[in-house]
């Protein structure tokens, strides 16, 4: 499974744009880039997937060059509820019913007022 | 809310006492995931069941046991406990392999 690299921390304030970029040098070829985010003692929730190009649902928007090499989770116009830890992942194509998550050390959002 | 559940919420026992974590997935999933959280190492997946079989394992002690039963809910066997098990352990189910992981609330374990 490909290792990934993302920044330990950021900070932003309520109503900025967020990206935070993962690095993911290894990534297969078949292989998809996760995110998800968690709140303090809270399990991790599914915020969006891609393969490649660009991705956008109701919560976030995902880039992937086309190297696929790197990922950013770009969250627009965020509020105080928006800190948490995001974690990316790159997560293999189903084989049968194997999915093995693997999460780094995510990146903790601190979003201030 | 995910619709995966998980029970107890909390947990207190003392050193060398066995516990039994339960996981029920979220109607019509058939994999269930079990994941531990604890300050200093992250989160450590542990081990997963699909349809009743075990498919894949991770970093899990060979003091823990998991199993899926028929109707698909999970239980996370935990023996001879050290106060290094103290931690949230999750459980998680998906449709198949490949779709997005839904997790529970949590179970929070404290050894003591």
């Known amino acids: 499974l490909a290792k990934t690299t993302q920044p330990i921390s950021m900070d932003s304030y309520e109503g900025q744009e967020v990206n935070i970029t993962c690095s993911h040098n290894?990534?297969?070829?078949?292989?998809?880039i996760t995110w998800y985010q968690q709140f303090p003692s809270q399990g991790p929730r599914f915020i969006i997937q891609?393969?490649?190009t660009k991705v956008t649902n109701e919560v976030a928007s995902l880039f992937i060059p086309a190297d696929r090499k790197s990922s950013t989770l770009s969250l627009p116009r965020v509020s105080l509820s928006d800190t948490a830890v995001y974690y990316c992942?790159?997560?293999?194509?189903?084989?049968?019913?194997?999915?093995?998550?693997?999460f780094g050390a995510g990146t903790r959002l601190a979003v201030h007022p | 809310d995910s619709g995966v559940t998980q029970t107890p919420k909390h947990l207190i026992t003392a050193t060398g006492q066995r516990v039994t974590l339960r996981c029920s997935p979220r109607?019509?999933?058939?994999?269930v995931y079990w994941y531990q959280q604890s300050l200093d190492q992250g989160l450590q997946f542990l081990i997963q069941?699909?349809?009743?079989?075990?498919?894949a394992k991770g970093n899990i002690l060979e003091r823990f046991s998991a199993q899926q039963f028929p109707d698909l809910h999970s239980e996370l066997n935990l023996s001879s406990l050290e106060l290094g098990d103290s931690a949230l352990y999750f459980c998680?189910?998906?449709?198949?392999?490949?779709?997005?992981?839904?997790f529970g609330p949590g179970t929070r374990l404290l050894v003591l």
């Open positions: 998680a189910s998906s449709q198949g392999g490949q779709e997005t992981q839904y």
């Open positions: 109607s019509g999933d058939l994999s």
């Open positions: 290894n990534i297969a070829t078949n292989d998809y």
């Open positions: 069941y699909y349809n009743g079989e075990e498919r």
């Open positions: 891609g393969y490649k």
């Open positions: 992942l790159v997560v293999p194509p189903f084989s049968g019913g194997y999915n093995k998550l693997i």
